[in-house]
């Protein structure tokens, strides 16, 4: 009785940007509620979006130690990483650059480091209740950086009687740790905190080949906590706060040039938020958050950064006989602290207007957006979208969307100071990337089986690039091409899935590939479950992609396999093993970094609920 009544009770809250009841969503697994596609809830399969959904029993199935190896496996992305965890990663959706995707955590923007690359991958997989990725142009929506797309995190945020969940894992390198979780509804409240701590003693992250290489094991230690709060206020009032907190300490390689040199990053995100039916056609949602990024470094060139982002956004849903809209405010202010480096200007802000609406005609939908911002630095900029889906035969359905974008330029790119004698390693001239997509195609589904095909284009003008000097410039255009086959089903007592893109990732400027951007990449997996038993299969690919837009240092195709294992001990109780890479393939994500060669994890889980 206590779950439905919390359940009827968040119904009328959860149509949110991101916000508190985006987790506990009413969904069925054929046809999950998406709220980031549109920031607007509603069915996958009414939408025109592009997008995916990975709920925590998938997580928890897929067996993935990071973040990005979850990502990996998604239709459209392609994920890049300089050595094992702990070590920066990249994200591409379809291919646009790594910093031309929006990463969004429990609906804040996850602050970046100073170069503008948020640091993803450091998010603890079992602190994560679902995540949502909108493949397009989502500028409209979200603003700046969602040239690629979005991908949003929410983390758990407590459901149902209160309960708690633990598990502990071991495995290769050394690697120990554990998570722990406690979170329920009491009355009008809902809670949840959690804790995860892993160590290693790693593996060498680079080659001999590498002019960083040195001959010993890089190790990394990570300490992270997450904790929500929310108290419901009669039946139309949600008032609550949350907060996460990462630790990550990664050795790494600096060769000749700095012997032994550690990292330390600390993310943090707070926030306070109310969610409130005004009335039965009225939905209005505040939150007022921040989010902190700082990078230090112990080594011969120390460094020593933090970047800060306040937010505030006012989010508005109204419910008409013509459909839903979308009224929204949001306040923006970055700013940059260093203690190493001196920056020419440390301090940016960014107001914004927005609209959005959509509704169904029958089998017809139709969705749109536009959305004004004004950048301290860079002055306004409009942008927008639409998407149109049509239900021509039960179970097949056509889609087309269409969208403009833009990727402001980071600290790092305007005012990183040069060094005497050199050329310069900043350029404050730089303008704002502009991008304009368009994607469609066909969907199929009956019953378990459903499959998709995706055609995009996504032009992207003044792309930001490095010159034979190193010095960050805008060029015409990059240009990218593609197609997404994508499908899955049940054969039998069988799971399984598919999917392949095909890109044409091209620097119109000068004909090459953009870096480290396969023209064909995917993966297949299958899975079964045979009474108490689970075995899992993953095999993921890619072409060749190049380490350099000059496209003179190639990294070879590759294909990888990864296995895994669960029993179901008792009721609460279950055990995992997983084989990564298991016919220990030599591949490179980045050129010069090893990538850990065959791994093994085992792990014992225990879940209250």
């Known amino acids: 009785m206590l779950q439905a009544r919390f359940t009827l009770r968040c119904l009328p809250l959860f149509l949110s940007a991101g916000f508190a009841c985006a987790a506990d969503v009413p969904s069925f697994e054929a046809d999950p509620v998406i709220v980031t596609a549109t920031r607007m809830a509603a069915p996958r399969s009414s939408l025109s979006s592009d997008t995916t959904v990975i709920t925590a029993k998938e997580l928890q199935q897929a067996g993935s130690q990071s973040l990005g190896q979850v990502l990996s496996r998604v239709p459209g992305v392609e994920f890049a990483r300089t050595g094992g965890l702990g070590q920066p990663a990249s994200l591409y ?15 804040q923007r996850l602050a970046p480091g100073a170069d503008g690359s948020s640091a993803f991958d450091t998010i603890p997989v079992s602190m994560i ?74 593996f060498n992250l680079t080659k001999p080949t590498s002019s960083y290489y040195e001959a010993d094991d890089d190790a990394w230690r990570q300490r992270s906590a997450n904790a929500n709060l929310s108290h419901f206020f009669g039946d139309n009032v949600e008032v609550g706060v949350r907060g996460t907190y990462v630790d990550t300490q990664a050795e790494y390689d600096g060769g000749k040039f700095d012997k032994d040199p550690l990292s330390h990053r600390t993310q943090s995100t707070g926030a306070a938020y109310a969610n409130v039916k005004v009335n039965d056609f009225w939905q209005s949602n505040v939150l007022a958050g921040i989010g902190r990024d700082r990078y230090v470094t112990k080594s011969s060139y120390p460094s020593n ?14 419910k ?13 202010r970055e700013s940059l602290d260093s203690s190493t480096t ?44 639409v998407g149109y889906a049509w239900r021509f035969i039960d179970g097949w359905q056509l889609f087309a969307n269409a969208g403009t974008s833009y990727h402001v330029p980071s600290f790092v790119d305007l005012y990183y100071p040069s060094w005497p004698g050199f050329a310069p390693a900043s350029n404050p001239n730089l303008k704002p990337e ?165 791994m093994w994890f085992v792990n014992l889980r225990y879940t209250g609920a």
């Open 129 to 202: 209740e679902r995540i949502e990725i909108v493949r397009g142009s989502a500028s409209g929506l979200y603003g700046a950086d969602a040239v690629g797309g979005v991908v949003q995190i929410f983390t758990k945020s407590g459901k149902g009687a209160p309960s708690g969940s633990a598990s502990v894992d071991v495995g290769s390198d050394r690697t120990f740790g554990g998570s722990a979780n406690v979170g329920g509804v009491v009355g009008d409240t809902r809670f949840s905190v959690a804790v995860d701590a892993h160590n290693s003693d790693g």
């Open 320 to 332: 008409s006989d013509i459909g839903q809209w979308l009224l929204g405010a949001e306040y923006l």
């Open 434 to 598: 502009e991008g304009k997509s368009v994607d469609g195609g066909l969907r199929w589904q009956n019953g378990s089986w459903k499959t998709d095909a995706t055609a995009f284009y996504n032009q992207i003008d003044n792309l930001i690039t490095l010159n034979a000097n190193y010095t960050p410039e805008n060029v015409n255009a990059a240009r990218i091409r593609g197609l997404t086959l994508n499908g899955s089903g049940l054969l039998g007592a069988f799971e399984l899935a598919a999917n392949v893109t095909w890109q044409d990732p091209e620097n119109e400027d000068t004909g090459k590939q953009l870096a480290r951007r396969a023209k064909v990449y995917g993966g297949a997996s299958v899975a079964q479950t045979i009474g108490d038993w689970r075995w899992n299969a993953n095999w993921q690919a890619a072409g060749q992609r190049y380490d350099d837009l000059a496209n003179t240092k190639p990294l070879a195709g590759y294909g990888k396999l990864d296995l895994g294992l669960d029993y179901q001990i008792a009721k609460q109780w279950s055990a995992g093993a997983q084989l990564l890479n298991a016919f220990d393939r030599d591949y490179e994500l980045a050129r010069g970094y090893n990538t850990g060669g065959r």
């Open 305 to 318: 950064t933090a970047t800060t982002q306040q937010q505030f956004q006012w989010t508005n849903i109204l």
């Open 342 to 385: 001196k920056y020419d200007q440390t301090t940016r802000y960014n107001s914004s207007v927005q609209a959005g609406w959509q509704n169904d005609f029958g089998p017809h939908h139709l969705q749109g957006n536009v959305r004004y911002d004004d950048n301290s630095q860079f002055g306004g900029k409009t942008t927008g979208g």
């Open 93 to 107: 959706l379809r291919g646009a650059n790594g910093n031309q995707t929006l990463v969004l955590l429990d609906g």
